[in-house]
T-cell receptor, first 112, second 111 residues
Framework: KAGVTQTPRYLIKTRGQQVTLSCSPI?????VSWYQQTPGQGLQFLFE???????NKGNFPGRFSGRQFSNSRSEMNVSTLELGDSALYLC???????????FGPGTRLTVT | GDSVTQMEGPVTLSEEAFLTINCTYT??????LFWYVQYPGEGLQLLLK?????DKGSNKGFEATYRKETTSFHLEKGSVQVSDSAVYFC??????????FGTGTRLKVLA
């Protein structure tokens, strides 16, 4: 079974720009969660989608948004990028039966 | 609200030493508890889990027991290897569709 894939793996953007990250979950998984990982803040929950609906949201500004498609693939968007948005963005998928999360390799975003 | 607290790192051990990484939690209800491991340049991987009190999760020589009375889920391994060098995260799933992760503990094992 293929794992969680994230694209792109690396991104360099300039302050003020926007960016879209993509995540394809494991086949059959309908829940997708997004996390931001930084050395200073650790792993912080962004949001979780299930069947195209956002079920939960972390404490991030409205510049961070996401969506999920009918095939469970998910995207997250960050608008008006700031230097502090530089981080590793991790996506994780899970089934509803065991709640185990399977993580992708992440997208390393650098904002200059 | 729900939270996870794990010991600060880094933890540096010699090969074949005994490992303990402490993790305590605060949660309402009966959460599921997990340990994840992150190797350099990779995403997190599930290491082990326990879904109810007194359950013991185990994998690759690592063990952790769900202790409700002490709200703890400490990770242990009897003999670490250099290949165990990684960052370890304790986490809980509270049932509100959200995982709570600890801050991570970096382990470095020296040959």
């Amino acid at each position: 079974k293929a794992g969680v894939t994230q694209t792109p793996r690396y991104l360099i953007k300039t302050r003020g720009q926007q960016v879209t990250l993509s995540c394809s979950p494991i086949s059959g998984h309908r829940s997708v969660s997004w996390y931001q990982q930084t050395p200073g803040q650790g792993l912080q929950f962004l949001f979780e989608y299930f069947s195209e609906t956002q079920r939960n949201k972390g404490n991030f500004p409205g510049r961070f948004s996401g969506r999920q498609f009918s095939n469970s693939r998910s995207e997250m968007n960050v608008s008006t990028l700031e230097l502090g948005d530089s981080a590793l963005y991790l996506c994780a998928s899970s089934s509803t039966s065991d709640h185990e999360q399977y993580f992708g390799p992440g997208t390393r975003l650098t904002v200059t | 609200g729900d939270s996870v607290t794990q010991m600060e790192g880094p933890v540096t051990l010699s090969e074949e030493a005994f490992l303990t990484i402490n993790c305590t939690y605060t949660a309402t209800g009966y959460p599921s508890l997990f340990w994840y491991v992150q190797y350099p340049g990779e995403g997190l991987q599930l290491l082990l889990k326990a879904t109810k009190a007194d359950d013991k999760g185990s994998n690759k020589g690592f063990e952790a027991t769900y202790r409700k009375e002490t709200t703890s889920f400490h990770l242990e391994k009897g003999s670490v290897q250099v290949s165990d060098s990684a960052v370890y995260f304790c986490a809980l799933f509270s049932g509100t569709y959200k995982y709570i992760f600890g801050t991570g503990t970096r382990l470095k094992v020296l040959a």
